[in-house]
C-alpha cells in the first residue's frame, strides 16, 4: 500500500512514495524550490511537476504549512495571502488528477513521528515542534492529534515566536547555534509553563543539528529529535492520506 507524501515548505516542496503499512520511503525523495511568493496556482503547478516526476496516480498526502480545515487553508503566515480562503484540496486534486488529503504541515510531522518515531507508544501531552521557515506545532492527547495548534505564532518579547526562533532567522541574521538555542529555550519554557507537555519532539531542517544546541536547552521536559529527522511530514502526510482514503488503496 503506497501513497505519495508530499511537504511544502517555505523554500522546497518535497515527496516521496510512501510505504503506508512500515512507513518507509519507496523512493528517493524528489524536491523543488517553492516557487517565490508561494502563489496558489504556482505552488500547483510544482506540486503537479513532482507528481509526474514520480509518474504517480493514486491517493496523496500533502503537508502545507497553514490551518487547514476540511481543505482549506485558513492562514497564511509564510505564504501568499491569497491562500486563505482557499479550497487547496479542491486546486491541488485538479491540478493532480488524484485524491489529495491536504493537512497542516506540523500536523503531518506529528503522525509520523507519534506513529512511527520518536512519540511511538507516548501517552500524555506530547509536542511536536518542526523548526524552519516558521515554528509549526502538532499537539497530541494520548496519541490523540490535536490539529492546527499555531503555537509558533505565541508571542515572546513583543514578537511572534517564530520571528525569534525559527530556523529561517538564524539563517538570515546570521547568529551562532549557542545564540539562537539561547532564544528557542525561552521558547520551550514558556510553552512548558502554558501547556506542561509529557514530551516534545524537535522536527524541521534543524533537528538534523540537534547535537549542535541540545545542551542549551533547560527547559525541565524530556525533550528528543525527531527520529523520522526531515522526512517526518512527507511520511505523515502519505500516513493521514491512507486513513482518508482507504477505499483507493
Ligand atoms: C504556520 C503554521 C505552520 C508552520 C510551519 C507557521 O508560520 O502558521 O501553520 O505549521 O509555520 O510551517
Given at each position: 500500500m503506497q501513497v505519495l507524501g508530499l511537504d511544502v515548505g517555505?523554500?522546497?516542496?518535497?515527496?516521496?512514495?510512501?510505504?503506508?503499512?512500515?512507513?518507509?520511503?519507496?523512493?528517493?525523495?524528489?524536491?523543488?524550490h517553492?516557487?517565490?511568493?508561494?502563489?496558489?496556482?504556482?505552488?500547483?503547478?510544482?506540486?503537479?511537476q513532482i507528481v509526474q516526476h514520480f509518474s504517480w496516480n493514486g491517493p496523496i498526502g500533502c503537508g502545507f504549512p497553514a490551518v487547514i480545515k476540511g481543505g482549506v487553508a485558513h492562514t497564511a503566515a509564510n505564504i501568499a495571502p491569497s491562500w486563505v480562503g482557499m479550497d487547496g484540496a479542491t486546486l491541488l486534486r485538479e491540478a493532480t488528477?488524484?485524491?489529495?488529503?491536504?493537512?497542516?504541515?506540523?500536523?503531518?510531522?506529528?503522525?509520523?513521528?507519534?506513529?512511527?518515531?520518536?512519540g511511538r507508544g507516548r501517552s500524555g501531552l506530547v509536542i511536536m515542534i518542526t523548526i524552519g521557515?516558521?515554528?509549526?506545532?502538532?499537539?497530541?492527547?494520548?496519541?490523540?492529534?490535536?490539529?492546527?495548534?499555531?503555537?509558533?505564532?505565541?508571542?515572546?518579547?513583543?514578537?511572534?515566536?517564530e520571528y525569534r526562533a525559527s530556523e529561517a532567522v538564524r539563517l538570515r541574521k546570521q547568529i551562532s547555534w549557542a545564540a539562537w538555542a539561547k532564544r528557542f529555550n525561552e521558547y520551550l519554557c514558556r510553552l512548558s509553563a502554558l501547556l506542561w507537555p509529557d514530551l516534545i519532539i524537535l522536527g524541521g531542517g534543524a533537528s538534523r543539528s540537534y547535537e549542535k544546541f541540545a545542551a542549551h536547552?533547560?527547559?525541565?521536559?524530556?525533550?528528543?529529535?525527531?527520529?523520522l529527522r526531515n522526512e517526518a511530514g512527507m511520511i505523515g502526510a502519505a500516513l493521514a492520506a491512507a486513513d482518508a482514503f482507504p477505499q483507493v488503496l
Amino acid at each position: 500500500m503506497q501513497v505519495l507524501g508530499l511537504d511544502v515548505g517555505g523554500t522546497g516542496i518535497k515527496g516521496t512514495i510512501v510505504d503506508v503499512v512500515t512507513g518507509e520511503l519507496v523512493t528517493p525523495r524528489w524536491r523543488l524550490h517553492t516557487p517565490p511568493g508561494a502563489e496558489p496556482t504556482a505552488v500547483a503547478a510544482t506540486i503537479a511537476q513532482i507528481v509526474q516526476h514520480f509518474s504517480w496516480n493514486g491517493p496523496i498526502g500533502c503537508g502545507f504549512p497553514a490551518v487547514i480545515k476540511g481543505g482549506v487553508a485558513h492562514t497564511a503566515a509564510n505564504i501568499a495571502p491569497s491562500w486563505v480562503g482557499m479550497d487547496g484540496a479542491t486546486l491541488l486534486r485538479e491540478a493532480t488528477c488524484s485524491p489529495v488529503l491536504l493537512l497542516n504541515d506540523a500536523d503531518a510531522a506529528g503522525i509520523a513521528e507519534m506513529r512511527l518515531g520518536a512519540g511511538r507508544g507516548r501517552s500524555g501531552l506530547v509536542i511536536m515542534i518542526t523548526i524552519g521557515t516558521g515554528l509549526g506545532t502538532a499537539l497530541f492527547m494520548d496519541g490523540h492529534l490535536v490539529p492546527n495548534t499555531e503555537l509558533g505564532h505565541i508571542e515572546i518579547r513583543g514578537k511572534e515566536a517564530e520571528y525569534r526562533a525559527s530556523e529561517a532567522v538564524r539563517l538570515r541574521k546570521q547568529i551562532s547555534w549557542a545564540a539562537w538555542a539561547k532564544r528557542f529555550n525561552e521558547y520551550l519554557c514558556r510553552l512548558s509553563a502554558l501547556l506542561w507537555p509529557d514530551l516534545i519532539i524537535l522536527g524541521g531542517g534543524a533537528s538534523r543539528s540537534y547535537e549542535k544546541f541540545a545542551a542549551h536547552l533547560t527547559v525541565g521536559v524530556e525533550v528528543v529529535p525527531a527520529m523520522l529527522r526531515n522526512e517526518a511530514g512527507m511520511i505523515g502526510a502519505a500516513l493521514a492520506a491512507a486513513d482518508a482514503f482507504p477505499q483507493v488503496l
